[in-house]
């Protein structure tokens, strides 16, 4: 919405230019005057009364939820790393089963190392399987309350810009506003467009 209303700021300077620069007191200077007005309520408004509450229920919860997940990925990443040492560990204590050695430690020994391995892993692996279910399920109530705000401020941006935005029309002609009604302002922009593109500055009769 901040984008938009900044987009739309810069939009309504440049028609402001646009006209002014044509005729001051025409109908279209004077609509473009009003429009670059009522963005800027627009734009100052949304800094004004939906910044914060913004930031305080939508992008400072997100922000919060996402810090977990690199935690997660460390622990799935050392979940891994174990499962890694692990495979190591039973590797060679297979080996030693099928193949014993003359040295008698050897095998005790690969098979503590392999205890100790399964151990970790089992134990990082089971704390996996249990949580990562129950965050995935928390998601959605936790966004809840982000997603009504958000929907919450959309409807308001949304209804000012209407309220604001709906004054300009009484700076075009009855006209205007029925040949839009009527889609017959797209021919007419198409019409500039082909005059323009006759003149030789823009490309035409070269």
Same mark, same amino acid.
Request: with cysteine.
């Given at each position: 919405?901040?984008?938009?209303?900044?987009?739309?700021?810069?939009?309504?300077?440049?028609?402001?230019?646009?006209? /002014?620069?044509?005729?001051?007191?025409?109908?279209?200077?004077?609509? /473009?005057?009003?429009?670059?007005?009522? &963005?800027?309520?627009?734009?100052? /408004?949304?800094?004004? +009364?939906?910044?914060?509450?913004?930031?305080?229920?939508?992008?400072?919860?997100?922000?919060?939820?996402?810090?977990?997940? #690199?935690?997660?990925? +460390?622990?799935?990443?050392?979940?891994?790393?174990?499962?890694? *040492?692990?495979?190591?560990?039973?590797?060679?204590?297979?080996?030693?089963?099928?193949?014993?050695?003359?040295? #008698?430690?050897?095998? #005790?020994?690969?098979?503590?190392?392999?205890? $100790?391995?399964?151990?970790?892993?089992?134990?990082?692996?089971?704390? @996996?399987?249990?949580?990562? #279910?129950?965050?995935?399920?928390?998601?959605?109530?936790?966004?809840?309350?982000?997603?009504?705000?958000?929907?919450?401020?959309?409807?308001?941006?949304?209804?000012? /810009?209407? $309220?604001?935005?709906?004054?300009?029309?009484?700076?075009?002609?009855?006209?205007?506003?029925? *040949?839009?009604?009527?889609?017959? @302002?797209?021919?007419?922009? +198409?019409? &500039?467009?082909? $005059?323009?593109?006759? @003149?030789?500055?823009?490309?035409?009769?070269?």
């Amino acid at each position: 919405m901040k984008a938009m209303t900044s987009a739309q700021a810069r939009i309504a300077d440049t028609i402001e230019i646009f006209y /002014g620069a044509a005729d001051r007191s025409s109908e279209g200077a004077m609509a /473009g005057h009003a429009y670059k007005r009522s &963005v800027d309520d627009l734009d100052s /408004g949304f800094t004004r +009364e939906l910044d914060v509450p913004y930031r305080t229920a939508i992008s400072e919860p997100l922000g919060k939820m996402c810090a977990y997940f #690199p935690i997660t990925n +460390e622990h799935i990443a050392k979940r891994n790393k174990k499962l890694l *040492d692990y495979d190591s560990a039973r590797s060679k204590l297979k080996k030693l089963i099928d193949k014993p050695s003359e040295d #008698p430690t050897k095998l #005790p020994r690969a098979q503590q190392e392999h205890d $100790e391995a399964k151990e970790v892993f089992d134990m990082l692996n089971d704390q @996996l399987i249990a949580e990562l #279910p129950q965050l995935l399920d928390l998601r959605v109530p936790y966004f809840d309350p982000s997603f009504e705000a958000m929907i919450r401020m959309q409807a308001k941006f949304a209804e000012e /810009g209407y $309220e604001k935005l709906s004054g300009v029309q009484r700076y075009f002609s009855d006209h205007v506003r029925d *040949d839009y009604a009527a889609g017959q @302002l797209d021919a007419q922009v +198409e019409g &500039v467009l082909a $005059e323009m593109r006759e @003149l030789s500055i823009c490309g035409g009769h070269q």
